[in-house]
């Protein structure tokens, strides 16, 4: 069946230093969809991604769509303590498109 | 976005007993979908409720254990029936809004079963 997988499980990193998570879809995807959930709380919608190849920013934060539109990729450059949380990527589902699977989640810890 | 509200936000419950969540949109959604998220883990969607129809279940959960309604566009309520200490978990309900559907969660309903 589809899956939906991250990489890595846990991320530590100091503050300052930089983080990226790997997100990787067994099926082609018509958008990706990151999610970052803060400790404590819910999953909050980041941003999607649509075309093929396609790079989005936010402030800090670098959103990437492979070209196969398989697989993307979330960086953060400079990690502040605010970062801290985990990161989902999500997609739609292979047998109903109103429905999203959600990948693993990075946790990413910044010691300060 | 949507707001959406859940009540109760958490609760300790004894095994074999039932607890039911509310959950209210702001707006009036055609679908709002119920998940659960175990300790440390993803989200698992256990079902969509539609209004005016009986809710989808996804594979591994029925409707005996988590019975859900939808009397209307903005509110739903999921019980989660004869818990088990298994059953703690996050229940979380979200709404599909955009294009390509994207996910808005409500505050979540963090249960723990004794």
């Known amino acids: 069946g589809q899956q939906v997988m991250q990489i890595p499980q846990y991320q530590h990193v100091q503050e300052g230093e930089d983080f990226t998570t790997y997100c990787n879809s067994s099926?082609?995807?018509?958008?990706i969809q990151w999610y970052k959930q803060r400790p404590g709380g819910h999953p909050v919608f980041l941003i999607q991604l649509v075309k093929s190849g396609e790079v989005k920013k936010q402030k800090r934060l670098t959103f990437q769509f492979g070209e196969a539109k398989k697989n993307s990729s979330l960086h953060i450059t400079a990690t502040q303590t605010t970062d801290v949380g985990t990161y989902f990527c999500?997609?739609?589902?292979?047998?109903?498109?109103?429905?999203?699977?959600f990948g693993p989640g990075t946790s990413l810890s910044v010691i300060p | 976005s949507a707001v959406i509200s859940q009540k109760p936000s958490r609760d300790i419950c004894q095994r074999g007993t039932s607890l039911t969540i509310q959950c209210q949109v702001d707006?009036?959604?055609?679908?709002m979908f119920w998940y659960r998220q175990q300790p440390g883990q993803s989200l698992t969607l256990i079902a969509t409720?539609?209004?005016?129809?009986?809710?989808?279940?996804e594979s591994g959960f029925v409707i005996d254990k988590f019975p859900i309604s939808r009397p209307n566009l903005t509110f739903s309520t999921l019980t989660v029936s004869n818990m088990s200490p298994e059953d703690s978990s996050i229940y979380l309900c979200?709404?599909?809004?955009?294009?390509?559907?994207?996910?808005?969660f409500g505050p979540g309903t963090r249960l723990t079963v004794l």
């Open positions: 999500a997609g739609p589902r292979e047998t109903s498109y109103d429905k999203v699977i």
């Open positions: 979200s709404v599909g809004q955009g294009y390509y559907n994207e996910q808005f």
């Open positions: 099926t082609t995807l018509s958008n």
């Open positions: 409720a539609n209004q005016g129809s009986e809710a989808t279940y």
């Open positions: 707006s009036q959604v055609t679908m």
